[in-house]
């Protein structure tokens, strides 16, 4: 089974419409799993019929009795996270600040604080409206550590993998280099680079290739909206090839991309042009992941 | 207004890619011909407004978190520390003592509870700020160095230092990360409003309604911009309607913009769609600053 992440550094450049496309192309043979938990899209365009839900815990957060609590302070003095403050009568603790270290548990003189596990999300087993396993989650509102709910879904989806004998895991990346993406690197076979012809685009794509770098993983570069601006169009070829990374192809500024969207279908189900140009690609991948 | 006088406008969207740093580095041009402004990407993993400005001096200025540091000769393996630590950042490996600087949260909880003051903490570099300044502006980019997985420290560090400057203009704009997570959160902490800027296709409303919530959660001010207005359904539009939101601007989708942009050039001088925009949310700020004063 071979996992294929896509990535773009700079978001909105068009890796979830992708992501879906390859997903309709290679119907039969994959797992989808949306790692995109902070703003997951894929449910979208593959209309899930969800098997299973669960609700997500990682990490704790702080809990004060108010019964308990003298006001001591020590709690407050000791929380490096700005979390605790006196509140009407007791010390309360804001949950969107706590990032779960439990020192002020160990320091109340009352026993006071008690830690709790985090709900951080729900995460999703379903199937996809082409018939696939899809893995895919929620992350709840302002939440903490959206890279262990990635690692959870990629997780499920190597399980879902398993179960239904897949070739290929499809995995739809977060926008940035930080712990998302860096979480959704494990265990990657290929690596799906959606950009545009952009300089917030190639700067973009400069810094995520550094990280893949330092992971060894081999990748290859989609450019999409191609023809808005040619310069840096090139600038991107150029990088691509001196980077060791592979020309996939270019898919062309087209308002049938955002109109696919608008129905609800993937870019290869609506438009013919684009069709071939994401056949071309699927074909690319195909073979570069067949000879890794 | 938070503090004595200034305006804190942070710009945010669930969705990468709407428009966010075409939005706050044309509203900061814009707004810095007639006052002082301070433009703050906060965006520290991918930062990109920098790239619309040309500025001749820049300062820079490591940015670090502590982190403790093992001292051998102190240890006495009593295992308080890997105990302690909820992030699983400090782990014993045999007779060591080994620090998982990615893990760790900087919550000194094993650092001071110590009984042999074995883990000081040790500063570790994260990144860096820039500070250029400009005809006007002043523009603070934080960059989180390429293997750096953790934002929020970054962006903690950067709000210390925007608090920390000599002269503050009263209008700050804050360009924030995309998503709904801990590094928006992060950003927007301390701003009077947030503008979220969205695009009116099924993912720009599905990642808005993310976003709202997260806002409301935190109990924020908001109001929405609508980019690349036309390109579209009317869905988002009809769902800000529903739920009262204010939508406080509309820039039209239109290629040539979508060229300016990727040419990082400001576009506003020469595309009156988007200067009419940022008018109409020029007064739209006063109005706001005028309630909070």
């Known amino acids: ?88 009568e007791k010390y309360e603790t804001q949950p969107l600040r706590c990032e779960g270290c439990g020192y002020c548990e160990v320091v109340c003189p009352t026993n006071a604080i008690s830690m709790h596990a985090r709900r951080s999300g729900d995460f999703f087993v379903s199937t996809a409206r082409t018939g696939d396993p899809m893995a895919h989650a929620r992350l709840d509102a302002g939440a903490d550590n959206s890279g262990k709910l990635v690692a959870k879904v990629k997780e499920e989806a190597k399980k879902l993998g398993n179960q239904h004998q897949r070739d290929l895991i499809l995995v739809d990346g977060a926008p940035g280099i930080g712990c998302p993406v860096v979480s959704s690197l494990a265990g990657a076979n290929y690596v799906v680079l959606v950009t545009e012809p952009s300089a917030s685009g190639l700067h973009d794509l400069k810094r995520l290739v550094e990280v893949l770098q330092k992971f060894r993983l081999q990748a290859g570069c989609i450019i999409n909206k191609a023809d808005l601006n040619p310069d840096q169009a090139e600038a991107l070829r150029t990088f691509s090839i001196e980077n060791n990374i592979d020309l996939l192809g270019e898919i062309p500024y087209d308002s049938a991309f955002t109109a696919a969207m608008i129905q609800g279908k993937t870019i290869v189900e609506s438009d013919n042009q684009l069709k071939q140009v994401m056949n071309s690609i699927y074909i690319s991948i195909q073979h570069k992941i067949n000879v890794l | 207004m938070t503090n004595s006088g200034i305006f804190k406008l942070a710009i945010a969207s669930g969705k990468g890619g709407t428009g966010k740093t075409l939005l706050s580095t044309n509203l900061a041009d814009y707004l810095a011909r007639k006052q002082a402004v301070l433009l703050a990407d906060l965006d520290v993993e991918e930062p990109n407004d920098a790239l619309f400005f040309h500025a001749e001096n820049k300062v820079i200025t ?84 390429v293997g750096q997985e953790q934002a929020v420290p970054l962006i903690h560090a950067t709000q210390k230092y925007i608090c920390e400057l000599e002269s503050k203009p009263a209008i700050q704009i804050l360009d924030c990360p995309p998503g709904t997570s801990c590094p928006v959160v992060a950003a927007v902490d301390g701003a009077d409003l947030v503008l979220l800027v969205t695009e009116p296709t099924p993912f720009g409303l599905n990642d808005l309604k993310l976003a709202v919530e997260t806002m409301r959660q935190i109990d924020k001010a908001f109001a929405v911009v609508i980019n690349r207005q036309g390109m579209g359904d009317d869905a988002v539009e009809n769902w800000c309607k529903s739920e009262n939101i204010t939508v406080a601007a509309r820039i039209p989708y239109d290629r040539q913009l979508a060229e300016q942009y990727a040419a990082a050039k400001l576009a506003w001088c020469d595309n009156t769609a988007l200067e009419e925009a940022l008018e109409e949310l020029a007064l739209f700020i006063q109005q706001k600053q005028v309630q909070y004063a």
Not at chain 1, 24 to 50: E, R, S, T, W
Not at chain 2, 98 to 126: G, I, W
Request: glycine share 8%; hydrophobic share 40%.
């Open chain 1, 1 to 88: 089974m071979r996992e294929i992440i896509v990535l773009s550094g700079k978001g909105g450049t068009g890796k979830t419409s992708v992501t879906a496309a390859l997903g309709v192309l290679a119907a039969g043979k994959a797992v989808i799993a949306d790692c995109d938990v902070d703003a997951a899209n894929m449910h979208l365009l593959m209309q899930p019929v969800v098997l299973k839900k669960e609700a997500f815990f990682s990490g704790e957060l702080a809990e004060i009795d108010p019964e308990a609590c003298i006001n001591c302070g020590k709690c407050e003095e000791v929380c490096h996270f700005d979390a605790i403050h006196q509140g009407f």
């Open chain 2, 62 to 145: 490591p940015q670090y978190k502590m982190i403790p540091d093992w001292q051998s000769d102190r240890c006495t393996l009593c295992g308080d520390c890997t105990r302690q630590c909820k992030f699983h950042a400090v782990i014993r490996l045999g007779e060591f003592i080994t620090v998982f600087n990615e893990l760790c949260h900087s919550c000194y909880a094993c650092s001071d509870l110590c009984p042999e003051q074995a883990l000081p903490m040790k500063p570790y570099r994260m990144g860096e700020t820039r500070h250029q300044i400009l005809n006007g502006l002043q523009l603070i980019e934080s960059r989180l160095d």
